[in-house]
């Protein structure tokens, strides 16, 4: 579980990613599993790129999302254990 707001994640280069007009997929070509995301979820996956921490990624949500005005570093982490227990992040 993921808690420092100074860590970079990064997506593992394998997983293709497709926007679509109201969410986006995420294909893992070896296991052929795809996962949907939200709008929300799709925003912080582009920037899970491993040059932006925790902290930014929170504050592009914050300003992107109005939704996540008041507390959105619950829900940025959220959603990035997410990716990460699903394997898709590199260690």
Known sequence: MITD?????????????????DRAVLLEPETE??????????????????EHSIKEIITLVKENFQEYELQPADGVIDIINKFQSLDLLST
């Not at 707001?5 to 007009?21: G, M, S, T």
């Open 5 to 21: 707001h100074n860590y970079k994640p990064k997506k593992k280069n394998n997983i293709l990613f497709k926007p679509l007009e």
């Open 33 to 50: 599993l795809v996962h949907t995301l939200n709008p929300s979820a799709a925003f912080i996956w582009v920037y899970c790129d491993g």
